[in-house]
Structures are given as structure tokens and as C-alpha cells.
């Protein structure tokens, strides 16, 4: 079975902190994701990666970064903590290809900024 | 634009049958996805279309038509652990598997 595991359950941060949140899978997988999941507005793609240290902007990447240095590892990094990124974060990894190659999801962070 | 619509909640008895659709218009499909996510947990994979029909795994089946950009996920003879959130999501052919999800269907199941 894939395992893609997520750092922590549960973080609180300060506003201005800077926050690291950690995934790692151990299926090889070429592609990783980080997603944020927040109520009536269901997941949204913040950035996602494709081999190691190639990164791509998702659809809302402003005040995150992330870092691919191995395979393994995908690393999302909030610059200066803001409340409105209070909200539960997921990562994600596939294989490459076409056909039926479903993404692989971690338990979740669920993030608060105070 | 992208844009994919789901109903936010539906209810159903233990038991029953019940439809959750979903309807999609973009462009550039390479296939549907259909996630289950029960309250706290990740996401876990139920189903992938990528031709016109019904693909049928047990007690859910998933069904696509590509000319009329619509979906849904059938849930046959409900439990009650079948309560849970029912995501739709929809892959790009330009590669990287990447997804765009709609807001959830969330299913209460009721004895």
C-alpha cells in the first residue's frame, strides 16, 4: 500500500512565523502535490512537483513556497504565516503517466495561525 | 475556465440507493475521478472513468458521459459507514496527473 505521511496532525503557529509542514511517500512517485482544503470550497491546488526540484504553481501558490530536494520529499513553506491560511493542508503523490494513476493522499495538517 | 459542480449535502436511509452527480465544463479531459473522505481522514480513491459508461466496483459504480461534461458516483444498499464526504475531481491531459476538485458531496446515511 502507498504511504504518504504528513509531520504532524496538528500545528499552531504565530502570525509572521515562518512554517514548514513535511510529506513524505514511499512509493517512488515522480509527482507530489500540496493541497489546502477549507469548508464549501473543497481542495485547491497550492503547488505541485514532477521530479526532483522542478516545481510548478498550482491555482493559489501566493505566501507558499515549497522545496523537492529527494524524491521522497515534498515541502510546503508558509513565508509569514497569515489567519487566513489557517486551514487544513494535504499532500499528495501519483505516478506519471495517462490512465488510471490516482493521487495517493496524506492523513493532513490541520494548520491554525493565531 | 474551469468549473465543477456537486450538490453540498444529500441525506439517504441505510439500505437504499443513492446518486451523487457531478457536472464539469473545461477543456482538456483526461479522465474522472471519484475520492471518498470520512470527517478528520485523507481522501482515498474510489473510481476513475475515462470513457463513456458505467464502471461498477462492488456496491458503487461510477458513471460518465464525456459530451454532456456530467458524472455520477451510485451507492447501492447503504451503510452507515458510507457517511462520509464524496469528492468529484477531474484530470487535465496536460500531464502530471494533475486534478481539479469540486467542493464535496457530503452524505449522511440514516438508520
Known amino acids: 500500500d502507498v504511504k504518504v505521511t504528513q509531520s504532524s496532525r496538528y500545528l499552531v503557529k504565530r502570525t509572521g512565523e515562518k512554517v514548514f509542514l513535511e510529506c513524505v511517500q514511499d512509493?517512488?512517485?515522480?509527482?507530489m502535490f500540496w493541497y489546502r482544503q477549507d469548508p464549501g470550497l473543497g481542495l485547491r491546488l497550492i503547488y505541485f512537483?514532477?521530479?526532483?526540484?522542478?516545481?510548478e504553481k498550482g491555482d493559489i501558490p501566493e505566501g507558499y513556497s515549497v522545496s523537492r530536494e529527494k524524491k521522497e520529499r515534498f515541502s510546503l513553506i508558509l513565508e509569514s504565516a497569515s489567519t487566513n491560511q489557517t486551514s487544513m493542508y494535504l499532500c499528495?503523490?501519483?505516478?506519471?503517466?495517462?490512465?488510471?494513476?490516482?493521487?495517493?493522499f496524506g492523513d493532513g495538517t490541520r494548520l491554525s495561525i493565531l | 475556465g474551469q468549473n465543477i459542480d456537486q450538490p453540498t449535502e444529500m441525506t439517504a436511509t441505510e439500505g437504499a440507493i443513492v446518486q451523487i452527480n457531478c457536472t464539469y465544463q473545461t477543456s482538456g479531459f483526461n479522465g474522472l475521478f471519484w475520492y471518498q473522505q470520512h470527517a478528520g481522514e485523507a481522501p482515498t480513491f474510489l473510481s476513475y472513468?475515462?470513457?463513456?459508461g458505467l464502471e461498477e466496483k462492488g456496491r458503487f459504480s461510477s458513471f460518465l458521459s464525456r459530451s454532456k461534461g456530467y458524472s455520477y458516483l451510485l451507492l447501492k444498499e447503504l451503510q452507515m459507514k458510507d457517511s462520509a464526504s464524496y469528492l468529484c475531481?477531474?484530470?487535465?491531459?496536460?500531464?502530471?496527473?494533475?486534478?481539479?476538485f469540486g467542493a464535496g458531496t457530503r452524505l449522511a446515511v440514516h438508520p
Open positions: 499528495a503523490s501519483s505516478s506519471p503517466g495517462v490512465g488510471n494513476q490516482p493521487q495517493h
Open positions: 475531481a477531474f484530470m487535465f491531459s496536460g500531464g502530471y496527473n494533475k486534478l481539479i
Open positions: 472513468n475515462v470513457l463513456d
Open positions: 512537483s514532477y521530479d526532483v526540484k522542478m516545481k
Open positions: 512509493m517512488d512517485h515522480e509527482n
